[in-house]
């Protein structure tokens, strides 16, 4: 099948490995991606609008060459690694119960966004507005209070005293 400058609507995509397939130019509204493989798959100029990724792995992939216009994402036990979320608008995007390693979150609107029950080891955020984002029961994040936006953000004890780790001091 042909992935390239072609239009997907209300479909779903099961158990299908799309890895280094290439989407560039096509738009994909309201899609369900279920048990899928999208390492390395090329986002260049694609349009995802209302989009499900649902246990599925997503390696590799640069979110921010996407077409910025209307994006909406949702993301539930996912393994997201070394991936590209930078410049977008993700207001409310759900990003729960997922394993979301050495991934980047630069100049980014995550409003509202939920990482409920979602490890975050090695992922970087820098700029990034949190505001009322909920991190409940989150771990292994790295966030600097004075670098990225976190009014009324909702953290989980203990997880939460990581935030002082950008100042170099000790609790005791």
Known sequence: MVYENSEFVSQT???IDFSNCSFRGSQ???C???NCNLSNVNLENVKLQNIVFKSSKIMGLNFSKCNKFLIKLEFNNCVISNSIFSG???KETKLESCQIFDSDFFDINLTGASFENSDLNGSRFDNVNLKSSSFKNARNYY???VKNNIKDAKFSF???TSLLDC???KIV
């Open 32 to 34: 369900v991606f279920e």
């Open 143 to 145: 966030l600097s209070p």
């Open 88 to 90: 977008l608008n993700l």
């Open 167 to 169: 100042f170099d001091i």
């Open 13 to 15: 995509f099961k158990a």
């Open 28 to 30: 994909f509204v309201d």
């Open 158 to 160: 203990p997880e939460v």
